[in-house]
């Protein structure tokens, strides 16, 4: 099936329910069995636990590992939990990790906060290193950890060089394919080992759900399956409900978010006050070519550079905006706008470039509308410039 049948019907079972198109939603901790003979089988079944799994949760399991490509799924409470799932899965006492100097501010935190009480090291690389990272692999080398685009910074990294380069000294990948949101970019395909997702944004796409989830391939799972297991993570049955519903429209929205990132960074890239457009699909960018290679397309989250002498003239542009809100997460049908510090969390690579980074989500508002009121905004930082 192409993608936007597999939206369409994957995890579909009516036949299992009545006739009922979309999955009932389960609520369940206790299953009952019949019988003690029943209990004592019960591994032969399904559903045996509400924490192990229900019928609604099998539907988005299903979902993310059709859509991914992988052998298995487990769900998360959220992309963090995801994150932290698939680090624990292949990282053990003892053990390196390599991870992009680009990534998630909350995957640097675990690294360096959580996962340095199990003694395990974390050491992380330039994003554009591609497959020279063979030259940071060790002994013990565990995991290679990508993320592609970056977070704040939106660098696309070589996924198969780096896939292969840890292929040949047998240490797993991981990649967290979130901006990609599974439609647009395929890690498994590329060489990685696992893959994790913030269902939280675009996968869910209304700004209201909180979900994780790691898919594996063949080898991968069964290892992340039992890190799942043991630490006793689940997903709530009414976020799995709607993020199954939300992935039904992926194939629709994500088009209206490139349209109008695309349509943003074309007229950001044209204004005096921006020094830097970061967006992967722009061809000037340094990613664009591997973007090209790698990717389907864009989604609407992207980074630009603007000078900007003070904070209060950052207030004065922020405070004033109608359509974008100022809010952490991205991915649902609005717009966002937040300042960004790169050069906070930066250890193997130095960010310096100067002026104020912002990083924008484009929602699936008018793209007209949404450059007035930046343009408006613009106007009251040069307006607070000039008067103080």
Known sequence: MKLDTLLTHVGLHPDENDGILNPPVYHASTVLFKDLDAFEQKRAVKVTYGRNGTPTTFALEEAFTALEGGAGTVLVPSGLAAITTALLAFAGSGSHVLLSDSVYGPTRRVATRFLSRFRIECEFYDPRLGRDIERLLRANTALVFIESPGSWTFEVQDTPAISAAARSAGVRVVADNTWGAGLLHK??????????????????GHADVMAGAVIGNEETFPLVKRCWQDQGHTLGPDDAYLTLRGLRTLGVRLPRHQENGLHLAHWLRSRPEVSQVMHPALPED?????WKRDFTGA????????DCPSRDALRAFLNGLELFGLGDSWGGYESLLVPTHPERLRTATQWAVKGQCM?????????????????????????????G
């Open 286 to 290: 340094p990613g664009h070519p591997i």
């Open 187 to 204: 890690p498994l395909a590329l060489g990685v080992d696992a893959v994790v997702h913030a269902g939280t944004k675009y996968v869910s």
């Open 299 to 306: 989604c609407g989250l992207f980074g630009f550079v603007m």
């Open 359 to 387: 990083r924008v989500h484009a929602g699936l508002e008018d793209p007209d509308d949404l450059v007035a009121d930046l343009e408006r905004g613009f106007q009251r930082m040069r307006e607070f410039t000039l008067t």
